[in-house]
C-alpha cells in the first residue's frame, strides 16, 4: 500500500496553473509538517513549499508569490496550488510528510512517487 499518493501533474503552458494533490494513508500514524520537493533534471531536490501543524507555511523564494500550500488533516491531504507557471518551475514534484509509525519511536520522512509538471514556454 502506497504511503502517499500523488496526483494532479501535467502539461501546461507557460502562465497557467496546476494544482497538485497528495493524500497519506493511514499507515502514517501520525502526521506533522507536510510540503512539496521538486528536482529538475540535472539539478538537486529543493524545498518548495511546506505546511505545519498549525497551518504556519514556508516557501521557496522561487515560487512566493504564485504557490499557495493548504492541507485538509480530516482528508489527511496536502495541496500545492501553482499558478503564473513558467518553464523553470519544470520537475519532478515530490510530496513530503513527517509522521510517525504506530508503535515505533520517532519521525520519519514520508516521500510520495512523484509527479512531472511539464510548463511549455
Known amino acids: 500500500q502506497a504511503q502517499l499518493v500523488e496526483s494532479g501533474g501535467g502539461l501546461v503552458q507557460s502562465g497557467g496553473s496546476l494544482r497538485l494533490s497528495c493524500a497519506a494513508s493511514?499507515?502514517?500514524?501520525?502526521?506533522?509538517?507536510m510540503g512539496w520537493y521538486r528536482q529538475a533534471p540535472g539539478k538537486q531536490r529543493e524545498l518548495v513549499a511546506s505546511?505545519?501543524?498549525?497551518?504556519?507555511?514556508d516557501y521557496a523564494d522561487s515560487v512566493k508569490g504564485r504557490f499557495t500550500i493548504s492541507r485538509d488533516n480530516a482528508k489527511r491531504t496536502v495541496y500545492l496550488q501553482m499558478n503564473s507557471l513558467t518553464p523553470e518551475d519544470t520537475a519532478v514534484y515530490y510530496c513530503?510528510?513527517?509522521?510517525?509509525?504506530?508503535?515505533?519511536?520517532?519521525?520519519?520522512?514520508?516521500w510520495g512517487q512523484g509527479t512531472q509538471v511539464t510548463v511549455s514556454s
Open positions: 513530503n510528510v513527517k509522521g510517525t509509525r504506530l508503535g515505533i519511536f520517532g519521525v520519519y520522512d514520508f
Open positions: 493511514r499507515s502514517i500514524f501520525t502526521i506533522n509538517a
Open positions: 505546511i505545519t501543524n498549525d497551518g504556519s507555511t
